[in-house]
């Protein structure tokens, strides 16, 4: 094995400008880098540093791929640093022991018009013509097949302008096809006809934050356990579709590079996650910070381009929304939300076996069939202003898969991650919520003096919540502006203080990301869904619940916990 030669060597250089501060970047890339780069300096490191495999796909890239638009038509696709570092990452980070490559999934999240389809459609050539994988099948996809085509066009266009890949390559109607190896690239939607048995070589995934469900990504995940070292080259802007595969893959990203820093956290060395991003949303007003999410700044995108976009920005709420995600990167919510999503997201957790409180407030919205069933507990510390949360989900488990086709909601990994339970049937068993209220007092010895419910709610659950924590313990929470107003608008000011901590529960996280507000002439509000039906705000209805008797019965609840 070569030693590496770090002024020459593209990933080094890349770090080497970041921590020079000539590149500005994220955190998670930069710690990204530094990770990978301190691995390949590491003699006990299971992985090593390529030069020739790494120098073959640069060269391939650089040689035969061409610019396919602008002033740049028909020149070579010279790639960027960031580029190189990426590609030589990719391509060149081998296994010590098989001699594989390292990483089989790229999530690349960088901001639009930076050149993210043409560096996916040059790398899919690459694997398709120069990767040595006999009958290697090659797939764009998206969520709709003319959606997937803008990956695969790309790539037919740097055929057609490649005189040695033209050659090479037979370009049809719908596939690209190198009959030396009996390999073909072909566009892929959801509203594609084939998508069963496929055994794809390399994926590249386009606008994921587009994915509603996870059927064509689980397909194409699914089909690549043949091959030998396949690819799965995921690029993305951020969306406004929450707790879909986009924010799977986000927080999986995230994990991953929170397993730089703590090796007792979550650890996949296969996974390469580039976000490039604003580190936080207050940055979005100093221009010195958006080439966070821009790599491609002064090359594909213009500086004065993204200052006209902040100009408009700054003026229309629309603009902004808009000017943040797809230019920026930060992730927010639908148009109609109650809060950002920035204002949602607190990745605090707690253990409640720690903290040990010995007094809670409940809150319970109930439903029947569609909707979730949600409860939750809040308490507070002894000279802790936090306020805490812990939550439960309930589906009736007959018209589960129904739920999960129908709505496009994962709630099938919800279930197996613990924060969805089922329950027998095709209905809400009020049973189960009291149990887990009373699992709440049994494991944690967590008494519940109060409990707020819709008024409207079973008279049998509060029959037995009664039975096993007494006649005092229910309180009915009127639905309405009167009693709602102040109780939200408080619990809001909280969220966005980041003085209620949920436990990062993925589905209330959700739930308050679904939230919009009814407001009346007066400004008062109480909670609303969202245009879309589908999405629920059960959790937050629960937690509004207890919140507001937590307002109630604030001076009593400390008296009991001081």
Known sequence: MTP?????????QYYSEIQSGKIIVSTKVKLFYKHLTEDLLDENSKYYYCEKKANRALTFIQKYCKHIKGKFARKPFLLELWQKALVCALF???????????????????????????????????????????????????????????????????????????????????SVKYEKTSSFFVPLGADSNKQDGLNPHIATIDEIHAFKDKNLYDVVIDGMGAREQPIIFITTTCGTIREGIFDIEYDEATSVIDG?????????????????????????????????????????????????????????????????????????????????????????????????PDYAIGGVDLSR???????????????????????????????????IQEDKIHYDVWHKQGFLRLCPGNTIRVEDVKDWFCEMYEQYDIYLPYCGYDSWSSRHFVDIMKISFGEQCMEPVIQGKKTLSLPMQQMGADLKAKLINYNDNPITRWCLSNTSVDIDKNGNIQPAKTSNSKLRIDGTAALLDAYTIYLKRQEEYMALIT
């Open 4 to 12: 590496i030669d770090e002024k020459t060597n593209p990933i080094f």
């Open 92 to 174: 060149g980070v081998l296994n010590k022991e098989t001699n594989l490559r390292r990483f089989v999934k790229v999530f690349l999240l960088v901001a639009r018009k930076n050149g993210k389809s043409m560096l996916a459609s040059a790398i899919a050539l690459y694997c398709l013509v120069a990767d040595n994988e006999p009958g290697a099948e090659c797939y764009a996809v998206a969520t709709k097949r003319d959606q997937a085509k803008i990956i695969w066009s790309c790539a037919v266009d740097m055929v057609k302008k490649s005189p040695a890949l033209n050659k090479r390559l037979k370009c049809l109607v719908s």
């Open 260 to 356: 730089y820093r703590d090796p007792d956290k979550y650890q996949d060395p296969t996974y390469l996650p580039l976000l490039y991003e604003l580190d936080s949303k207050n940055e979005w007003t100093n221009e010195k910070f958006w080439q966070k999410a821009n790599p491609n700044l002064g090359v594909s995108k213009s500086l004065e381009y993204l200052r006209s976009k902040y100009k408009r920005a700054q003026n229309d709420a629309r603009n902004r929304k808009n000017f943040l995600t797809k230019d920026l990167n930060v992730r927010e919510n639908n148009g109609e939300a109650w809060l950002s999503f920035d204002e949602v997201v607190n990745s605090a957790k707690f253990d409640i076996s720690l903290l040990k």
């Open 369 to 403: 069939t569609t909707d979730l069933t949600s409860a939750c507990i809040i308490f507070r510390l002894k000279d802790d202003p936090i306020l805490y949360a812990q939550h439960m989900y309930w589906l009736p488990e007959d018209v589960f898969e129904k739920r």
